[in-house]
């Protein structure tokens, strides 16, 4: 590693692309990996958490990292593949030792760890040298004063703090995607990760929790008191909202949607009325809907938004009010690509696909997945009896109710041999 900088503060690592010898991208960066003896000893790194192919994390020797450089990571590209399974001798940089609240030898001066720093011993290893704190801000100052320390100037960084705060990861998280922030919580020690979700907003606890599995789902709404969580769920995309509360005991479930709003609670149970892995369990109730008077610019401006995903603002529904579902009367659908090809100021009814026959909500996922590859769709209307648009059922609604129901958790905890 004889061209990678001196010493690397770890906060910046995280992200950081993985490259093999060739030049191709292996993974990213997650986390490092230290052994921590004793506060007057500075903690060996192990190596990196990396994450790869399926959001699996493996363990990256630092013997197998050959340079740190220019915003990248370089590797001997001989990985070893098996899933990370931390040791209790090890300790995760990002995930527990940022936001120990450290105390400098010999002083008054405490604050919370924001980085640390790692460079090369004479012995070629690497080791944690410096701590980064911040002392609680005073008066107007909202950030308090900060200091960079040697290891053996403070106290407080080799045992887990019961009172740790979730300030700097809190930070990382709201930076990364949601499925990437998943990956994280899902890995943090039980006391950890109800302190870091207590923490999140309630939009991004929401955006976190559609990507974790089942059973993390369930324990995480366990760390909020029923309002919070009540909160929580009028965040989540109602058809995921409806497979979380469908897990928990019926008493609760009851309770939950008794303190949702009303027209929350109502598509949520309107949603799990319907059987199991059909057109009606599996669909979204937020697709794009206009009046037959909107124009081509007003569609646009719609799909715009970026909380959609690809598959929503792929169609828009145009339907006789009402417009929330159930609306009035289907009259067709409009694709994106005509839409961009059509003058904005004129009608979006102009540019209908009326030919395109919507699903049932009783179809069966077999007959949704056919007729989606039948006909090119990455989203589908699904109507009633009457032609009322019920909702929408968009490629990964049907992914999600195709693959194995704990294919997040199999994902996260594939290859769970302890890493060599």
Same mark, same amino acid.
């Given at each position: 590693?004889?061209?990678?900088?001196? !010493? /690397? *503060? @770890?906060?910046?690592?995280?992200?950081?692309? #993985?490259?093999?010898? $060739?030049?191709d991208?292996? &993974?990213?960066?997650?986390?490092?990996?230290?052994?921590v003896?004793?506060?007057?000893s500075?903690?060996?790194?192990?190596?990196l958490?990396?994450?790869?192919?399926?959001?699996? !994390? /493996? *363990? @990256?020797?630092?013997?197998?990292?050959?340079? #740190?450089?220019?915003? $990248?990571?370089?590797?001997? &590209?001989?990985?070893?593949?098996?899933?990370?399974?931390?040791?209790?001798?090890?300790?995760?940089?990002?995930g527990?030792m940022?936001?120990?609240?450290?105390?400098?030898?010999?002083?008054?001066?405490?604050?919370?760890?924001?980085?640390?720093?790692?460079?090369?011993?004479?012995?070629?290893?690497?080791?944690?040298?410096?701590?980064a704190?911040?002392?609680?801000?005073?008066?107007?100052?909202?950030?308090?004063?900060?200091?960079?320390?040697?290891?053996?100037?403070?106290?407080?960084?080799?045992?887990?703090?019961?009172?740790?705060?979730?300030?700097?990861?809190?930070?990382?998280?709201?930076?990364?995607?949601?499925a990437?922030?998943?990956?994280?919580i899902?890995?943090?020690?039980r006391?950890?990760?109800?302190?870091?979700?207590?923490?999140?907003?309630?939009?991004?606890?929401?955006?976190?929790?559609?990507?974790?599995?089942d059973?993390?789902?369930?324990?995480?709404?366990?760390?909020?008191?029923?309002?919070?969580?009540?909160?929580?769920?009028?965040?989540?995309?109602?058809?995921?909202?409806?497979?979380?509360?469908?897990?928990?005991?019926?008493?609760?479930?009851?309770e939950?949607?008794?303190?949702?709003?009303?027209?929350?609670?109502?598509?949520?149970?309107?949603?799990?009325?319907?059987?199991?892995?059909?057109?009606?369990?599996?669909?979204t109730?937020?697709?794009?809907?206009?009046?037959?008077?909107?124009?081509?610019?007003?569609?646009?401006?719609?799909?715009?938004?970026?909380?959609?995903?690809?598959?929503?603002?792929?169609?828009?529904?145009?339907?006789?009010?009402p417009?929330?579902?159930?609306?009035?009367?289907?009259?067709?659908?409009?694709?994106?690509?005509?839409?961009?090809?059509?003058?904005?100021?004129?009608?979006?009814?102009?540019?209908?696909?009326?030919?395109?026959?919507?699903?049932r909500?009783?179809?069966?996922?077999?007959?949704?997945?056919?007729?989606?590859?039948?006909?090119?769709?990455?989203?589908?209307?699904?109507?009633?009896?009457?032609g009322?648009?019920?909702?929408?059922?968009?490629?990964?609604?049907?992914?999600?109710?195709?693959?194995?129901?704990?294919?997040?958790?199999?994902?996260?905890?594939?290859?769970?041999?302890?890493?060599?």
């Amino acid at each position: 590693m004889s061209t990678s900088p001196s !010493r /690397i *503060f @770890v906060a910046r690592l995280v992200g950081l692309p #993985i490259f093999d010898p $060739q030049g191709d991208q292996v &993974g990213k960066v997650r986390d490092l990996v230290v052994s921590v003896r004793s506060e007057t000893s500075a903690p060996r790194v192990l190596g990196l958490v990396a994450e790869v192919f399926g959001r699996r !994390r /493996i *363990f @990256v020797p630092m013997t197998r990292v050959t340079n #740190i450089d220019a915003g $990248q990571v370089y590797t001997t &590209g001989l990985l070893n593949m098996r899933r990370f399974e931390q040791r209790p001798t090890e300790t995760l940089v990002i995930g527990e030792m940022l936001d120990r609240t450290a105390k400098v030898i010999g002083s008054d001066i405490s604050g919370a760890v924001y980085d640390v720093a790692m460079e090369q011993a004479r012995n070629r290893d690497w080791v944690l040298s410096r701590v980064a704190i911040m002392e609680p801000g005073h008066g107007l100052r909202r950030r308090g004063q900060t200091h960079v320390l040697e290891w053996q100037e403070v106290t407080g960084l080799t045992r887990q703090q019961e009172t740790q705060a979730a300030t700097q990861l809190l930070a990382k998280l709201n930076e990364m995607r949601p499925a990437d922030a998943a990956t994280v919580i899902h890995d943090l020690p039980r006391e950890r990760r109800a302190a870091v979700v207590t923490e999140l907003d309630d939009e991004r606890l929401a955006d976190v929790l559609e990507e974790l599995p089942d059973e993390d789902q369930v324990e995480i709404l366990q760390y909020l008191d029923n309002e919070r969580a009540a909160d929580v769920l009028e965040e989540m995309s109602p058809d995921d909202a409806a497979d979380l509360i469908a897990d928990l005991a019926p008493e609760t479930a009851a309770e939950l949607l008794e303190l949702m709003e009303p027209s929350d609670a109502e598509d949520v149970k309107r949603l799990m009325s319907y059987a199991d892995d059909t057109a009606g369990a599996m669909m979204t109730v937020e697709p794009v809907i206009l009046p037959p008077d909107a124009t081509i610019a007003d569609a646009l401006a719609h799909v715009r938004n970026p909380e959609l995903t690809t598959s929503l603002a792929a169609l828009v529904y145009v339907c006789r009010p009402p417009l929330e579902p159930p609306t009035g009367r289907l009259i067709g659908v409009a694709h994106i690509q005509k839409l961009l090809r059509e003058p904005p100021s004129t009608l979006v009814a102009g540019a209908l696909d009326t030919t395109l026959d919507p699903l049932r909500p009783d179809m069966g996922m077999d007959q949704v997945a056919a007729h989606m590859a039948t006909y090119n769709l990455v989203a589908a209307p699904v109507v009633d009896e009457d032609g009322r648009l019920l909702g929408a059922v968009t490629v990964d609604d049907l992914l999600d109710h195709m693959l194995p129901e704990n294919w997040r958790e199999l994902m996260l905890r594939r290859g769970s041999a302890a890493h060599g």
